[in-house]
């Protein structure tokens, strides 16, 4: 029994003296800085995502962020929540708040597009005035992206209203 206690000490021990990286070096450009453009030239727009009930929500915008330890995000514009009739239930400016994480899929190189461009996938956390606070999915194809993956934006927002499939519209990351 002391030679067990004995070895998971020595093995703490070693591993507490062992220099750790606190993170990646690069983390493959996903604590880098980038540009986002929802629906803005040279992005088609508007960004239109659908709610099971057949709402839909209609966004145009621009920030940056940084992802990793050192994450910040900003940016905003201008949405619009219709429900599945039409009728408008809120519109206004939304705002980003923050980010929850970034994956990177690469530049744009392979798309025949500059290699600032990039495509992956960005949670925002953002605030739309009058309808409340949510996170924001901006995808974006270039790069190598997994399978499975739509060009576009999906909507949780707190009150209940999530638009979960990408409808129209696309998106574009830009390396900094």
């Given at each position: 029994?002391k030679?067990?206690l004995?070895?998971v000490?020595?093995?703490?021990?070693?591993?507490?003296?062992?220099?750790?990286?606190?993170?990646?070096?690069?983390?493959n450009?996903?604590h880098?800085?980038?540009?986002?453009?929802?629906?803005?030239?040279?992005?088609?727009?508007?960004?239109?995502?659908?709610?099971p009930?057949?709402?839909?929500?209609t966004l145009?915008?621009s920030?940056?962020?940084?992802?990793?330890?050192?994450?910040t995000?900003?940016?905003g514009?201008?949405?619009?929540?219709?429900?599945?009739?039409?009728?408008t239930?809120?519109?206004?400016?939304?705002?980003?708040?923050?980010?929850?994480?970034f994956?990177?899929?690469g530049?744009?190189?392979p798309?025949?597009l500059?290699?600032?461009t990039?495509g992956?996938?960005?949670?925002?956390r953002?605030?739309?005035a009058?309808?409340?606070?949510?996170?924001?999915?901006?995808?974006?194809?270039l790069g190598?992206?997994?399978?499975?993956?739509?060009?576009?934006?999906?909507l949780v927002?707190?009150?209940?209203m999530?638009?979960?499939?990408?409808t129209?519209?696309?998106?574009?990351?830009?390396?900094?």
């Amino acid at each position: 029994m002391k030679r067990r206690l004995f070895a998971v000490v020595l093995a703490l021990a070693v591993l507490a003296i062992v220099p750790w990286p606190a993170q990646a070096a690069d983390a493959n450009g996903n604590h880098d800085t980038y540009q986002f453009l929802l629906g803005m030239p040279p992005a088609m727009g508007p960004d239109v995502a659908t709610a099971p009930d057949g709402s839909t929500v209609t966004l145009t915008g621009s920030g940056s962020f940084k992802a990793g330890p050192s994450n910040t995000a900003s940016g905003g514009g201008t949405y619009t929540i219709k429900r599945a009739s039409g009728a408008t239930l809120a519109s206004g400016a939304f705002t980003v708040t923050g980010i929850l994480g970034f994956v990177d899929y690469g530049d744009g190189t392979p798309q025949g597009l500059p290699a600032f461009t990039h495509g992956g996938q960005a949670n925002l956390r953002v605030s739309f005035a009058g309808a409340g606070d949510g996170v924001l999915t901006v995808l974006c194809l270039l790069g190598s992206p997994p399978a499975g993956k739509e060009e576009g934006i999906t909507l949780v927002l707190g009150k209940g209203m999530n638009f979960t499939k990408p409808t129209s519209g696309e998106t574009v990351f830009i390396k900094v």
